[in-house]
Each structure stands twice: as structure tokens, then as C-alpha cells.
């Protein structure tokens, strides 16, 4: 019988010393804001990790760490839609990547998917025995009381960060303070500390660099303190955006902390507050209808409520399926260019949300629909939604590929 329950009653460091004391083979399946990480064990060890969340995927993890840029990102997904090939290949074969580059990148980001499930500090997990096998996932060999030593270092350091940067809508502007030389040595560093520019919050600043929270705003808690940065100003940062990266954004810190968990398992009982039968009657409803959009605005309040309601899930994923399988096919079509509607002067003093800017920002009259989307570092339901909501207040157009109307 499956273990399942969720992380703010359970804590992963619990779950981990429970599988590695019992030697359990399985998988540990965990989620959050719809975004799932899946860790396998053999005897009481992890072997390996698959991953949802944008931060963890390879592309995205390549341009965090100013190994590739976004155009290289865009052309090997576009050649990976075509020959089906993995990414990485397709990268080594394109000359962006060595192979044995290529190979401890996908060790380095297995383990960062592990040791960044310390950043999630409510989402709901899922235990099953038995054997399982992934293609798709690259293998590790860790054991389970090396991953809680650093899973315990990096909470710790997590909360004197949030302690900091506890508002997304935190804008950071350089000071004359001049940073250390290796920031300038380190591509990823470079990439961060340029991201900083007086104007971006720290939500923005995720998404442009393409990182993880801690990853980020470690590099950006170290600069501060250091005097290279300070704070200008918090804007307020809508709430309906979607957090970068399938995280919840700088949420606040969790009771204990993984180094004291006891080893210990219990399912912890059901959430107070029941998604309502009638949210499922309106939501089912509006999908009959095609009102994908309006169906998923009621399915997102119910999942924050109830994440863990297996016939919710169920239904959330095909109100997504279908308002994507819609949107490609009627209103925001993957060939179709995304052009400004109105000048960028006049957006300037709206209330756009962070996920707008960095849309914004890649609107440049040659990207279509489809590029856009793959490197957004959000899910693809949450981009379209966006560019939708954009289309719908007339800040973006959409006009024919050059060669269609040749």
C-alpha cells in the first residue's frame, strides 16, 4: 500500500531516513504547484531523479549556467522536434557541448533536482514499492544520510536568505561597490549579477537567468551582504503569476529543519478544507462548453486548496490538455510570430507581472509562439494562458512566418 501525505506534516528529511533505514525499492513521487519530481531507490539508495520543474530540465539548466544561450536553446529544440533525438546529443553534435561536458552536466542537475526538493516546503508525496525503471532519466549512486547533510546545509542557508529577499516584489540596483573578480570569471555569476539592472524584481530576475531560487538568490544574498547591491524599492507582484520555475517564490520558512527530523513515518490526516462537488459539477460544465480558460480558473483555487485529490488532478490535467490542444489550433497557433501591439514606452507604466516582462522581452518580431514558449522557463499551459491574457489586452499580435506569406 502506497505512503502518501504531504510535506508540511512530513518532512522529506523523515521520508528519506525512513527509506534509507528500511532499505526500501521504490519510487518517491512529490508535488508541487503541479510540478512533480520523481526520485527512485534501490536498497535504501537513490539512483536516480526525473524532474518537471523547468530549473531541472537541461536546456534551462544549460542557460543558467551560461553554458548556452537561449538561441541555442531554441535551435536544439527545434532540431529535437524534428530527428526526436535527446537534447543533449543534439547539442554535442552542434558543437555547444563536449560529451563529457555534456555528461557531468546531466550528473550535476540530477543531484540539484534531488537537493532543491529542500526548497519545497508544502507538497503533497506519494511512496510506491517495487522496482521501477526510467529511460529518459539520467542515473545517480547517493546515499540517502549524504543527501540530508547537504539537503540540512542548503535549508538552513535557505532561511537566512528568505529572511532577506522575502517579498518577489524586491527590485535590486547595483551600488559602486565593485563586485569580486571572480564574478566576472564565472558564467553564471556574470549572467545574475547582469541581471540586476535597478528595475527587475527578484521574481524577474528568476526568470531571466533561467534558475532555481536558492541557486539565484544565494548569489544575490552574497552581493547584498557584500554591499554590491541594494535594495531600491518592493513592488507589489501579482498574485494569479505563475511562481518561476514551478516554485512557490521565496515561500516562507518551514517549523523544523531536516536535521533534526526524527526517523519516523506517519500519513498525516486530510486537509481541513474539501474541494466542494459543486466546483467539480461547474468545472466539468465549462469543459463540456470549451471554456477551458474559465473551467482552469476554478480547478487552480480548488488545487490550491486540495492538491492532493487524485480525481482533482485528474481533471486539472485535462482542462490543461484541452486549453492547449485549443489555443494551438485557434488562437494562439506555434507558427504564428508574436509582434508588440503598442509601443514598449506605453507598457512601461502598466502593471505587468514578471512573467509579462520576460515575455515582453523576448518579442522581437522574429520569435513564433512555439519558441517563445520552450524558452520560457514556466510550464507551457501557464505561458499560453499569459500570452493569451496579453493578446486578449491588445499589448501582442500575431502575424503569418515570413515564408507564408512569400
Given amino acids: 500500500m502506497p505512503v502518501q501525505g504531504n510535506l508540511a506534516t512530513m518532512s522529506l528529511a523523515e521520508i528519506l531516513q525512513w527509506l534509507g533505514n528500511a532499505r526500501k525499492t521504490g519510487t518517491l513521487s512529490i508535488e508541487r504547484n503541479k510540478v512533480e519530481k520523481r526520485i527512485l531507490v534501490r536498497e535504501g539508495r537513490v539512483i536516480?531523479?526525473?524532474?518537471?520543474?523547468?530549473?531541472d530540465m537541461l536546456g534551462h539548466y544549460l542557460v543558467s549556467r551560461g553554458r548556452i544561450s537561449e538561441d541555442d536553446l531554441?535551435?536544439?529544440?527545434?532540431?529535437?522536434?524534428?530527428?526526436?533525438?535527446?537534447?543533449?546529443?543534439?547539442l554535442v553534435a552542434n558543437g555547444a557541448l563536449a560529451e563529457d561536458e555534456?555528461?557531468?552536466?546531466?550528473?550535476?542537475?540530477?543531484?540539484?533536482?534531488?537537493?532543491?526538493l529542500f526548497e519545497w516546503d508544502d507538497a503533497e508525496f506519494r511512496f510506491v514499492d517495487g522496482e521501477t525503471s526510467d529511460p529518459n532519466i539520467y542515473p545517480v549512486d547517493m546515499r540517502v544520510e549524504d543527501i540530508l547533510l547537504r539537503g540540512a546545509q542548503r535549508w538552513d542557508e535557505l532561511q537566512r536568505i528568505r529572511a532577506v529577499f522575502n517579498d518577489p516584489g524586491i527590485v535590486l540596483k547595483r551600488t559602486a561597490r565593485v563586485p569580486p573578480a571572480e564574478v566576472f570569471r564565472n558564467r553564471m555569476a556574470r549572467r545574475i549579477f547582469e541581471s540586476v539592472n535597478g528595475d527587475r524584481t527578484v521574481a524577474e530576475i528568476l526568470l531571466q537567468t533561467h534558475g532555481s531560487e536558492y541557486i539565484v538568490t544565494k548569489f544575490l544574498h552574497e552581493l547584498f551582504r557584500a554591499g554590491v547591491f541594494e535594495i531600491a524599492e518592493v513592488r507589489k507582484v501579482e498574485e494569479r503569476t505563475p511562481a518561476p520555475m514551478g516554485g512557490s517564490l521565496l515561500s516562507p520558512s518551514r517549523p523544523a529543519s531536516p536535521a533534526s527530523a526524527?526517523?519516523?513515518?506517519?500519513?498525516?490526516?486530510?486537509p481541513a478544507v474539501k474541494v466542494g462537488a459543486d466546483d467539480f459539477e461547474v468545472a466539468r460544465r465549462l469543459l463540456s462548453r470549451g471554456e477551458f480558460d474559465a473551467a482552469l480558473d476554478i480547478l487552480d483555487r480548488a488545487y490550491k486548496l486540495q492538491s492532493g485529490d487524485d480525481a482533482l488532478r485528474r481533471l486539472l490535467a485535462e482542462a490543461e490538455a484541452a486549453f492547449i490542444e485549443k489555443a494551438y489550433r485557434h488562437f494562439l497557433p506555434p507558427s504564428k510570430i508574436v509582434v508588440l501591439a503598442r509601443d514598449m514606452g506605453t507598457l512601461t507604466s502598466e502593471h505587468l507581472s514578471p512573467t509579462e516582462f520576460f515575455l515582453l522581452s523576448r518579442i522581437d518580431g522574429s520569435w513564433d509562439v512555439k519558441s517563445i514558449i520552450q524558452i520560457t522557463p514556466l510550464r507551457e499551459v501557464d505561458v499560453l494562458r499569459t500570452l493569451k491574457k496579453m493578446r486578449e489586452k491588445g499589448v501582442i499580435d500575431l502575424r503569418d512566418p515570413p515564408h507564408a506569406t512569400a
Fill in 262 to 270: 526524527a526517523a519516523t513515518v506517519a500519513v498525516p490526516p486530510a
Fill in 74 to 90: 531554441r535551435s536544439a529544440l527545434a532540431a529535437h522536434q524534428v530527428a526526436r533525438v535527446h537534447l543533449g546529443n543534439i
Fill in 102 to 116: 555534456l555528461l557531468r552536466c546531466l550528473e550535476d542537475k540530477s543531484q540539484e533536482a534531488i537537493f532543491g
Fill in 48 to 55: 536516480a531523479c526525473s524532474s518537471q520543474e523547468p530549473a
